[in-house]
Nanobody
């Protein structure tokens, strides 16, 4: 199996930055993509950003030009650099890994990001 552990969340003011990290461990084989979701209270889970095995990135419109997803395949890490944070970015951010080998997605527990106005 695969375990994912996120870190880097916290409380910041609007306009500030945060960098989230996700460490993957276990049997990590044939990863299609890794990414970040977020879920705010009372809202559905939203896909924020993904990065494929080939390095292609994709973002939801609301975070384009503010968030950057990156990875270190050697360390089995994926990152989310968030800049110019807004109160509407407040959510629990969870890391995900999609593996063809396992035929399923894996999820971390999430890390809280709170942006005050």
């Amino acid at each position: 199996q695969v375990q994912l552990v996120e870190s880097g969340g916290g409380l910041v003011q609007a306009g500030e930055s945060l960098k989230l990290s996700c460490a993957a461990s276990g049997t990590i084989l044939t990863v299609n993509y890794m990414g970040w979701y977020r879920q705010a209270p009372g809202k559905e889970r939203e896909l924020v950003a993904t990065i494929t095995r080939g390095g292609t990135t994709k973002y939801t419109d609301s975070v384009k030009d503010r968030f950057t997803i990156s990875r270190d395949s050697n360390k089995n890490m994926v990152y989310l650099q968030m800049t110019n944070l807004k109160p509407e970015d407040t959510a629990v951010y969870s890391c995900t890994l999609a593996s063809t080998f396992w035929g399923r997605d894996f999820w971390g527990q999430g890390t809280q990001v709170t942006v005050s106005s």
